[in-house]
């Protein structure tokens, strides 16, 4: 997301100023970005309502001839444009570098664009009255002229509204990854798709559009490979552990407490059957197996393949990693959370691995170290499942028929259940 | 009134499944259920009952697994206390 903190130019008030409006502009242009597959997820109408109009492309404010005619100089202020947004959203990793850069490259930016930017913010004085501020300037500005757009729709279209469908958009993609995106000029985009309703600046603004996703899709990409990065150095850790079973029950057992039922876990674990890590897996069924019984004999035991070490699954962690960084110590994301769900599944197995169960009064002393499930997980599980009722039953053992258990209620003196009073 | 006794007898098989996960003997269950769930553990005992009934091999070799931990923990209790002992009296002089 361009959400842009204002708190990072201070030197520069006037560039802050624009900063904003570009900024606000921007993380309202690109609402969408926040989930994967962006360019099948946004509609470009929708995201662009009322811009695509003719002649005004507000969201960069520039000229649109200038745009038309000149698609260097196009392409230099997006440059600059993007860059500066860009560089707000790498903020957090090289702060102080960058911020001589993207001051002189904002000022440039808003040097050059300042007088388009006063340009079009008197254009859009015109229709909005009301606002001061620049940064209203430009939200209103684009709803303004989205105002425009419906009313005008007759009178000041030039070019014809171009229906983006996928087809059309992947052609697209196509011919300007043929000649190359910063390379990708309207004019030749036409040519290579071949279509006949397509005027060039129906192309040229679609490719203005597409260049600002490509720079999100980008930058998101990085991110998701610095957490690939992260996550194959713990992945790396995990297959040599994976021989030494006994060396992971104390490795598990603080993450293996209780496994954190959020609703995401359900879509979480589907894909792991794409990886299944086959000797992990079998290493993972022994380790379970052993703790709580020492035999094979083990009720329902589905062999399932779905835990595995998540490996460097690029788009999974890209959407999880922030479920993953949260639930997770460092040194143990490869095991507790796949597991949790299917482990279920594979009958009675420990909350705890070492579970040396010396209470319950089966045995008489009582142990000097208490693996016994602790109250708050066993409270959790218990919450869970009181307010959740929809959720399946984790062992789905065969329930009883309702008449035997009431016949049986009845005989212990219990008329009717749910009781009026527990 | 059927249907709210079913639903209601399903709520507590699925407690009764958490607990079996944690391993928990049925007087165990009994207890959590009647203290986190307000369950009479009458209720959960003849649930339990039933279940068993209809899924024998399953609580078979939930029993099984329960002894054997049993014994496990009996071992590893006296190993325990042995040492416990051997670390006190290490420590006795110099009290």
């Known amino acids: ?422 | 009134m059927g249907d709210s006794s079913t639903s209601y007898i399903h709520m507590v098989q699925h407690l009764i499944e958490k607990c079996l996960i944690f391993n928990m003997t049925k007087e165990e269950c009994m207890e959590a259920l009647s203290k986190h769930a307000n369950i009479k553990p009458v209720i959960t005992s003849t649930v339990w009952n039933e279940l068993e009934k209809e899924n024998k091999e399953f609580f078979e070799a939930y029993a099984q697994s329960q002894s054997k931990q049993d014994r496990m923990s009996e071992e590893e209790t006296s190993r325990m206390i042995q040492k416990m002992i051997s670390d006190s009296s290490s420590k006795d002089p110099d009290e």
């Open chain 1, 1 to 422: 997301m361009l959400a842009v903190s204002p708190l990072r130019n201070t030197r520069n008030d006037e560039n802050k100023g624009k900063m904003e409006s570009f900024s606000i502009i921007s993380s309202e242009e690109f609402p969408d970005f926040a989930e994967g597959n962006l360019l099948e997820s946004i509609d470009f109408d929708d995201l662009f309502i009322g811009i695509d109009e003719g002649d005004m492309l507000p969201d960069l404010e520039m000229d649109p001839e200038i745009l038309a005619d000149l698609p260097t100089s196009r392409c230099d202020v997006e440059e600059s444009m993007n860059t500066s947004v860009e560089k707000t959203d790498e903020d957090s990793s090289q702060r102080k570098e960058e911020e001589e850069e993207e001051d002189k490259i904002s000022g440039s930016g808003s040097g050059s664009s300042s007088s388009k930017g006063e340009e079009i913010f008197s254009k859009r004085e015109e229709p909005n009255a009301v606002d001061k501020t620049p940064s209203k300037y430009a939200v209103k500005g684009r709803k303004s002229s989205a105002a425009q757009a419906k009313n005008n729709n007759q009178g000041k279209r030039k070019t014809k509204k171009v229906d983006w469908t996928p087809e059309l958009h992947r052609r697209f993609v196509q011919a300007v990854e043929q000649l190359g995106v910063d390379k990708a000029v309207p004019s030749r985009i036409l040519e290579l798709m071949g279509i006949d309703c397509l005027t060039r600046h129906n192309i040229a603004s679609h490719l203005q559009k597409y260049r600002s996703h490509r720079k999100h899709l980008l930058a998101r990409e990085a991110e998701a490979a610095n957490w690939t990065q992260r996550r194959q150095m713990y992945g790396g850790a995990a297959t040599p552990v994976g021989g030494g079973k006994r060396d992971i029950s104390p490795w598990l057992a603080p993450t293996m407490g209780f496994p954190p039922m959020s609703p995401m876990h359900h879509h979480h674990f589907r894909p792991l059957h794409v990886w299944g890590h086959p000797t992990l897996d079998q290493s993972l069924v022994h380790l379970w197996t052993k703790h709580p019984a020492h035999t094979t004999s083990q009720p329902p035991q589905p062999p399932q393949s779905t835990w595995g070490p998540p490996p460097a699954n690029p788009s999974f962690w890209h959407h999880h990693h922030q479920r993953v960084s949260n639930g997770l110590t460092p040194g143990t994301p490869c095991f507790p959370q796949p597991i949790a769900p299917t482990r279920f599944r594979a009958a009675p197995v420990p909350g705890i691995p070492p579970h040396h169960h010396g209470t319950g009064g089966q045995s008489g002393p009582h142990p000097l170290i208490d693996f016994h499930p602790s109250k708050e997980s066993i409270d959790a599980a218990i919450g869970d499942v009181l307010t959740k009722p929809w959720l399946p039953l984790p062992l789905g053992l065969k329930p009883p028929s309702t008449d035997s258990v009431l016949g049986e209620l009845q005989r212990q003196g219990v008329p009717k259940i749910p009781p009026s009073c527990a």
